[in-house]
Structure formats: structure tokens, C-alpha cells
């Protein structure tokens, strides 16, 4: 009988230990658990990317790009008299700079060259608010903008700067010539008070006539070129 109770002791004692360290075991897995939790309430996982725009390939940070996209699309962008000054920061550096520009530009959407009249640019009064709501959905799916230089534009404008310069020292030349005759016939025509007739037969009078001429013919292509460069697009601004 004493054998049986000393037994049963034994058991119980087993059973205790059992329980205690079972315990034991749970809570210690419980906070190892706890210690791989993160706390998503101390973490903002909602801040918005700033928006970013690509100038000549290099990426910048841009705050008032969807303020831009509007007003380039609400703008006449194909004019000569397009103003663009924008405030970028590098994207790495937080350098802040200017670029400015002045003249047309090309408007791709979707690689799509965009015509002057369009959805997004209406300036009759009931298709105001049906624009702002284009401009509003397209601002709210663009992926990237990208400005770049139009490199055809650029060969042609240098082309045209140089036939200028070359016109304007043909004009130069031609308007010394000038000077010389006129001097030299105003004062025949003052000494003398020949008559139109006798003056027309004046010798070198001939000359002079040509060389106003082709001085009229140099400023009407200066002119030309002037309004070429002008309508030319150096860049183009792409959305996506």
C-alpha cells in the first residue's frame, strides 16, 4: 500500500512539471511571435510620391506638373509667343533651378501628335467644363512627361541662322554701294538740275536701280527666314 502511494506521488509530481513547463514553452513562443509584429499604425505607408518630369532624358522632381499639364493643354502651345519657366529639383540633390523657354513647342499624348483644336483645349463657353473634365481624367492616369529637343528642328534652325547672317553682310555690302552712288548723283542732280530725263541717262545710274532692287529682294529674304525660325518647334512635350 505504501509502494502504491509513493508511486502515485511520483506521477503527480511528473504531471505538475508537465503543466508548469507547458506553460512555460507557450508563453515563450507567444513573445518570440510578438517580436516579429510591425506595428503598421507607426508606419505611413500611404505618403504620395512626388511627381517627377524628364528633361532631355534626365529625371527631376516637379511639384506643379499637373498645374503645368493643364496649362500647357489649355494654351495656344503651336505659337510663337509660348512662354515655359518651370522650377525642377534635381532628383537626387534637392538642387533647385529654373528653365525657361520661349516659342512653340510640339504636344504628344501618347506618342500622338496632338492637334491645335482637341478635347482639352475648347474656348467656346459650353465646352469649358467638358475640357476641365479631360484635362482633370488625363491628369489623374499620366505615367510620365517628358521634354525633349526636336533635333531636326534644331539642324534646320542653325541652317537658317546662317543663311541670315550671310544675307545680312550681302545687305551691308549692297547698301555701301548704295551710298556711293547716291552721293555722287545728289550731287550731279544739285550742281547741274538736270532734268529726270537727262538724269536717267546719267552713266552708272543703271547700276544703282540694280542695286536697290537686289537690296529689296536681300530684306524680303531676311524676312522669310525671320518667319521660318519662328514657325520652327525646338521642343516637344510628351505625356504618357
Known amino acids: 500500500m505504501l509502494g502504491f502511494l509513493n508511486l502515485d506521488m511520483r506521477l503527480y509530481k511528473i504531471i505538475i512539471l508537465l503543466i508548469v513547463f507547458g506553460h512555460n514553452f507557450l508563453n515563450a513562443q507567444t513573445n518570440d511571435d510578438e517580436g516579429t509584429k510591425i506595428d503598421l499604425n507607426n508606419v505611413n505607408v500611404q505618403v504620395k510620391a512626388l511627381p517627377t518630369i524628364f528633361l532631355f532624358g534626365q ?138 530725263k537727262k538724269f536717267k541717262q546719267i552713266e552708272g545710274l543703271e547700276k544703282l536701280s540694280i542695286l536697290q532692287k537686289n537690296y529689296r529682294g536681300l530684306k524680303r529674304k531676311v524676312t522669310r527666314n525671320r518667319l521660318k525660325m519662328e514657325s520652327i518647334a525646338l521642343l516637344v512635350v510628351s505625356i504618357y
Open 59 to 196: 529625371q527631376y522632381t516637379f511639384r506643379e506638373r499637373d498645374n503645368f499639364i493643364r496649362g500647357i493643354l489649355k494654351s495656344k502651345w503651336f505659337l510663337k509667343d509660348l512662354s515655359i519657366s518651370l522650377d525642377l529639383e534635381e532628383f537626387y540633390t534637392n538642387r533647385v533651378f529654373r528653365f525657361n523657354h520661349k516659342g512653340k513647342v510640339e504636344l504628344l499624348l501618347k506618342s500622338k501628335k496632338l492637334p491645335t483644336n482637341n478635347k482639352y483645349n475648347s474656348f467656346f463657353v459650353d465646352g469649358a467644363a467638358y475640357s476641365d473634365l479631360n484635362i482633370t481624367r488625363l491628369i489623374s492616369s499620366i505615367k510620365e512627361v517628358r521634354i525633349d529637343s526636336i533635333q531636326e528642328s534644331i539642324v534646320l534652325r542653325k541652317i537658317l541662322l546662317n543663311e541670315l547672317v550671310e544675307l545680312n553682310n550681302e545687305i551691308s555690302d549692297i547698301q555701301v554701294s548704295i551710298d556711293k552712288y547716291k552721293e555722287v548723283y545728289d550731287d550731279v542732280v544739285l550742281s547741274k538740275r538736270l532734268s529726270d
